[in-house]
């Protein structure tokens, strides 16, 4: 049997228990994984609220995406073999002693990077390097991040960076030196953020990484100029309603290889700012369904 967290209902964290399951068996084109670390998202309380995703039978084991390594390759899998450590989606919950991978959509953790840090690269990582490739700056433009200090927001701006865009990101005052750490000038969300925007970019901004929604999304986006682009990862009808577009995801091996090379070179730096056991994921839970992590929690099960 394989230990796993999950919950036995829809809900509120009350729903979350231990469970004990078997050791999935892996079916074509699979991987199965002795799970290291698993990152934890926003998405896993929203499926636990049954808010995202199709509400499928429970009990169901939390967790999207996991690093591990290889135990068994399931039929006609190529380029993996038994022993590798590898990261991904997770298929049936990462928050668990083993899971399975799709190999396709999964890629190896190279020698200078963590379990913990590949554990965080499939979701927010990767909605990351998406968001930012959808946008399409050129080196010079200004990008504005909305929710600049959690998980997806820390690796945008550092991509962005490195292409030689200028990043602004609404975060608290209380992260101003982290975001600074980033590369990014931070500006305090809330009322009046339209204005702070303008005193940080008088001529506004090339483009808007919205990963907060609401009314943020809809006072910042007077601020891009004529042609400028907004997408969004948290609000698909505000960013519908803005002329905007939702992230488009690619969910490739290839993508996973590139940001997973572009830690290993120190160009990106996930920022794990909290590990926990598997014994304590339920902390983890609260700690990202708080809404203000830093960077990115991880569930560490070796
Ligand atoms: N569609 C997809 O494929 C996809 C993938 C990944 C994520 N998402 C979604 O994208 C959103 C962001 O995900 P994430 O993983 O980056 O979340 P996260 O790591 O949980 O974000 C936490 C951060 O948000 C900041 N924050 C809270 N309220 C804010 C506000 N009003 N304005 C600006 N910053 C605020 C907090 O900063 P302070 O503590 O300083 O307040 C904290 O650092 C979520 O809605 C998630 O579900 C979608």
């Known amino acids: ?15 979350q228990e231990f469970l004990d399951r078997p050791v999935p068996v892996p079916g074509p084109g699979e991987l199965l994984v002795a799970v290291h670390a698993a990152g934890v998202n926003p998405a896993d309380w929203k499926v636990r609220q049954g808010l995202f995703g199709r509400k499928t039978p429970v009990p169901r084991v939390l967790g999207l995406e996991a690093a591990g390594v290889v135990q068994v390759l399931g039929e006609g899998v190529t380029g993996f073999v038994i022993g590798d450590p590898v990261f991904g989606p997770a298929l049936g919950g990462a928050f668990a002693e083993h899971t399975l991978l799709a190999a396709a959509e999964a890629a190896e ?8 840090q590949a554990a965080t690269l499939s979701v927010a990582g990767a ?7 959808q946008l399409g700056l050129e080196a010079g433009r200004t990008l504005l991040v909305l929710g600049v200090a959690g998980g997806v927001g820390s690796v945008a701006a550092q991509i962005a960076v490195a292409r030689g865009v200028t990043v602004l990101g609404t975060a608290s005052d209380q992260a101003r030196e982290y975001v600074a750490s980033l590369g990014a000038t931070q500006v305090r969300y809330g009322e009046g953020v339209a204005e702070r925007i303008r005193a940080a970019a008088p001529d506004g901004v090339d483009g808007i990484l ?5 009314e943020d999304a809809r006072a910042a986006a007077t601020t891009l100029r004529p042609g400028g682009r907004l997408v969004s990862t948290a609000d ?25 090379a572009l830690v290993a070179a120190g160009a990106v730096d996930p920022h794990v700012s909290e590990t926990f056991t ?3 994921a339920d902390e983890a839970m609260l700690a990202v369904e708080s809404g203000h992590a830093r960077g990115k929690v991880v569930v560490e099960i070796r």
């Not at 960013?239 to 997973?260: I, K, P, Q």
């Open 1 to 15: 049997m394989s230990k796993a967290f999950g919950f036995v209902a829809y809900g509120g964290p009350e729903t």
């Open 109 to 116: 953790v190279p020698d200078d990077v963590s379990f913990a």
């Open 127 to 133: 909605t990351a390097y998406d968001a930012v490739a």
């Open 210 to 214: 919205d990963l907060v929604g609401g």
């Open 236 to 260: 698909q009808a505000t960013a519908a309603g803005l002329g905007g577009e939702y992230v488009r995801r690619t969910r490739t091996s290839a993508v996973l290889a590139e940001l997973a």
């Open 278 to 280: 598997l014994d304590r």
